[in-house]
Structure formats: C-alpha cells, structure tokens
C-alpha cells in the first residue's frame, strides 16, 4: 500500500513549517494545520488504515502528545485498542518507565505495566508525528518490548533524514515515515 504522489503532495503542503520554534535553529512542523484540513487528515487516516489493516495488530500505542490524535483514530479504525505512552507523572496506575537523552540532560516516558494486556506478544505499532533524533521512539519501542508486547513497526508522518533518528531505530523495529524532510 503505497502513499501516491498526489497523496503525498496533499499531506506535505498541509503541514506548516515555523522556523526558529521553540528555539533559534529549530524548523518546527507544525501538523496542525494537517488536522484542520479535512481532505489532508482524511488522506492521511485512509492510508494509515489500508496500510495497517493487512498487519493483524493488536494494539496501536501512541508518543504523548501528537502521536495520541493519530494513533487512536487508527486504532479506532482498525478496531483495536489504543494505548498512550506518556511523560513521566502522568499515568496513574502501576507504569514502567525509560529514559532517553535529550540535547541538555535526560527525560522519560511511561507505559502502563499492563496496557498490552495480560498474554505477552501482543503486536503492537508505535506511531507519533515526527522522528527527529529517536530518542524518544526508541525509548517508547523499548518500553513495549519491555512489557512482554512486540513493537512490529514504528510510524511517522514525518522523518527528518539529515538526523540520524531513522537509522538508529532500525536497528530496534522496522520504521515506516510518509514524508521524508532532507
Ligand atoms: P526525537 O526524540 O528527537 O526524535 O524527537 C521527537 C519528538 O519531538 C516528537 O514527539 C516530535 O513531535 C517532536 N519534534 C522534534 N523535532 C521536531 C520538529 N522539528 N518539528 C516538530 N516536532 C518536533
């Protein structure tokens, strides 16, 4: 199931760059104006479904914040449970956590111990809107790994390639991106 030209055209001109957000340097894509768009976010979703219904997934886990919209009108979709992974703090029964470098010290992410149900190997897709270092993908991959779960594949809208984020999380789950920012 491959995303067309046309397709592709309609997703990269919805979505809107903001430079210098949130620091000077930095080219911030802004998916917003993707999700207001309805031609865009539906030639999106519609993708996502007819590419993921063929994978017979269990679950879709989504990256806080922008990978929960995504990823639970997918998991919704396909009829399947959606599971957040989220910042430190925020999930309220018993998580495991995993900690990734960030340019200036550490953050973390938490998954609930028992989000991926109770038989281990549940398939699971990782999906959240960008990969930039994948420090944060790959902490979120290692964490559903970490619960007995299988992440079968990690998805993004968008993949910056001048970083090396995408080469590195191969090593862990395959990783499928719809646009590729050089
Ligand atoms: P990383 O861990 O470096 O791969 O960063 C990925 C996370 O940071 C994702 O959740 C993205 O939403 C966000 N992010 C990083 N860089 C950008 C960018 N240039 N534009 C928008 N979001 C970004």
Request: proline content about 2%; overall charge negative; aromatic content about 10%.
């Amino acid at each position: 199931m491959t995303l067309s030209n046309t397709e592709r055209k309609i997703l990269e001109d919805s979505i809107r760059d903001i430079k210098d957000f949130p620091k000077e340097g930095i080219v911030f894509k802004d998916i917003t104006t993707l999700l207001n768009n309805k031609e865009a976010f539906a030639v999106l979703m519609n993708h996502l479904y007819m590419k993921y219904k063929e994978y017979n997934l269990d679950y879709v886990a989504g990256i806080d914040a922008r990978g929960f919209i995504f990823g639970a009108a997918l998991a919704q979709m396909l009829k399947i449970g959606f599971v957040p992974i989220r910042k430190k703090g925020k999930l309220p029964y018993t998580t495991i956590g995993e900690k990734y470098a960030l340019e200036y010290g550490v953050d973390e992410i938490e998954v609930h111990i028992d989000a991926f149900g109770e038989q281990k190997g549940a398939k699971v897709l990782l999906i959240d809107d960008l990969i930039a270092t994948g420090g944060t993908a790959n902490a979120a991959a290692t964490l559903i790994n970490q619960t007995g779960a299988e992440c079968v594949e990690a998805c993004f809208i968008i993949g910056l390639t001048f970083l090396d984020g995408i080469k590195k999380l191969k090593e862990k789950t395959p990783v499928y991106t719809l646009i590729e920012v050089n």
